[in-house]
Antibody, heavy 129, light 108 residues
């Protein structure tokens, strides 16, 4: 059974870069059929998808975060990572990584249906000086 | 983006009650919708995807229905472990994956 675990600093200063890593166990990140996503949840609020990556390195980002965001993958370590730069207090949230099933097994230029079927436990990141 | 509007945002119910949560999409999404349950302090758990298919291990008291722009999640007989927040999610990545605002189910 696949498990995901987030790791990284719990406190980041404003204007700096938030960096998190998700380690996948119980399965290979290179097995195909899945994107690997980051999702966040502001305190007491709903869920916001951040972006995802395929094992080949193909990425797709939330347009609202795209200018500050980089998601990368290290298949040798079975990990993928999030870097969000120029952070502010508005980036304070619980960050989750999630395995994302590609519903139809493929994505077209018009549609890419994805569902988050396995989640990490989440890690709280606070942006504060 | 495809906007998802959940209603109600909060409901108070008793053990044994039948509960229905609605999720409305700003445009048609066929059956490409999922439902999640989130317990306090925990990650969301996938309950139903696509719109009406229960995931493995999810109790049969949960059911989902709908297509197009209107969807419902029903709990036929609320159990103590069902008190949680429920989210819908539309599955199309383009231009962005989105969730509903959530429905918190609390004990009356």
């Amino acid at each position: 059974q696949v498990q995901l675990q987030e790791s990284g600093p719990g406190l980041v200063k404003p204007s700096q870069t938030l960096s998190l890593t998700c380690t996948v166990s119980g399965g290979s990140i290179s097995s195909g059929g899945y994107y690997w996503s980051w999702i966040r949840q502001h305190p007491g609020k709903g869920l916001e998808w951040i972006g995802y990556i395929y094992y080949s390195g193909t990425t797709y980002y939330n347009p609202s975060l795209k200018s500050r965001l980089t998601i990368s993958v290290d298949t040798s370590k079975n990990q993928f990572s999030l870097n969000l730069n120029s952070v502010t207090a508005a980036d304070t949230a619980v960050y989750y990584c999630a395995r994302s099933l590609i519903v139809l097994g493929y994505c077209s230029s018009a549609n890419c249906y994805v569902v988050f079927d396995t989640w990490g436990q989440g890690t709280m990141v606070t942006v504060s000086s | 983006d495809i906007q998802l509007t959940q209603s109600p945002s909060f409901l108070s119910a008793s053990v044994g009650d039948r509960v229905t949560i609605t999720c409305r999409a700003s445009q048609g999404i066929s059956s490409y919708l999922a439902w999640f349950q989130q317990q306090p302090g925990k990650a969301p758990k996938l309950l139903i995807f696509p719109a009406s298919t229960l995931q493995g291990g999810v109790p049969s008291r949960f059911s989902g229905s709908g297509s197009g722009t209107e969807f419902t999640l029903t709990i036929s007989s609320l159990q103590p472990e069902d008190f949680a927040t429920y989210y819908c999610q539309q599955l199309n990545s383009y231009p962005g994956l989105t969730f509903g605002g959530g429905t918190k189910v609390e004990i009356k």
